[in-house]
């Protein structure tokens, strides 16, 4: 297997990854519960049937809003992700569809959906501008954009940015595919003449990561950063990284990470 992504128009598919994502990219199940609680109250189903996901994945998030009453299509570039969303769709009986499609160029009319949700999407398209013109494009003008962050995860950030630190160290400097932050997004809607809401500080829990586990996940290139590093500095970075956290904490040890679910939810005035 190669450990590298590969591009597809301009955007980073998870191929490589698709085996370990839903697992790296695990959450609290109760603040889970609760924040999409919140979003079926504030936009039910038998108001706002039809959610477009670009990015949809596995459908770690998509299968959650299926069972809540939503028709859920979506579209993703990574044929092994589909894959396994397909598995998991046929063993239950859920109203989702799913094809293969770049979010910079929907195979969608105009005005389709009644609901956008997008899931961390813009950190990995190097056009997320076209990805966010195309998005509102194919949602009704009357209906929102949904931004979801559902938290890091396994992930310990300063273990990620040492990680960075080392791969810098070595001349290999870790640049961002798509966007930094929520916010250049936000400021961009904003930019368009949406308004823009956010939902923070609601749904949130310390997560206990074992460090050893944090570390193999890297190892293993489950994350987007580690994608592009040469195997030489790739595999250096993470054989310093052991031996700085052996000795700072002991590779069984765990470490705390505060973590949260928020939404930022997106709407346009109808003309």
């Keep these: 297997m190669s450990y590298f992504c590969n591009w597809i128009m301009e955007s980073l598919t998870f191929d ?6 839903d697992e790296t990219r695990n959450f609290n199940e109760k603040s889970l519960s609760s924040a999409l609680g919140f979003l079926t109250e504030r936009f039910p189903p038998y108001l706002f049937k ?3 996901e670009p990015g949809i994945g596995t459908g770690r998030i998509a299968i959650q809003l299926a069972k809540r009453g939503y028709r859920i299509t979506g579209v993703d570039i990574s044929e092994k992700m589909l894959e396994a969303l397909k598995t998991r769709v046929n063993k239950q009986s859920l109203g989702i569809s799913f ?9 969608f009319n105009d005005a389709t959906f009644d609901i956008g949700f997008v899931v961390h999407l813009f950190y990995f398209i190097r056009d997320w501008k076209k990805a966010v013109n195309e ?4 949602v009704k003008r009357n209906c929102p954009i949904i931004l979801m962050h559902t938290g ?3 992930e310990i950030p300063s273990l990620n940015n040492r990680y960075k630190e080392l791969c810098s160290e070595q001349n290999h400097d870790i640049e961002s595919v798509g966007v930094k932050s929520t916010k250049e997004v936000t400021d961009y809607f904003q930019s368009l003449g949406c308004h823009v809401e956010w939902i923070k500080d609601r749904w949130k829990w310390v997560s206990r990561i074992k460090l050893s586990k ?3 996940y890297l190892d293993s290139r489950a994350y987007s950063f580690t994608a592009f590093t040469a195997q030489d500095i790739h595999s250096k970075s993470i054989s310093l990284l ?3 956290y052996m000795s700072k904490f002991g590779l069984d040890s765990e470490i705390e990470v505060p973590n949260q679910i928020y ?3 997106v709407s346009r005035n109808p003309k």
């Design 263 to 265: 939404f930022v939810i």
């Design 135 to 138: 998005i509102l494009r194919v």
């Design 16 to 21: 490589s990854m698709a085996k370990l994502y």
């Design 50 to 52: 039809n959610i477009f």
């Design 242 to 244: 052991k031996s700085e």
């Design 99 to 107: 094809q293969m499609a770049d979010a910079t160029e929907l195979p």
């Design 152 to 154: 890091t995860g396994s």
């Design 214 to 216: 944090a570390i193999s």
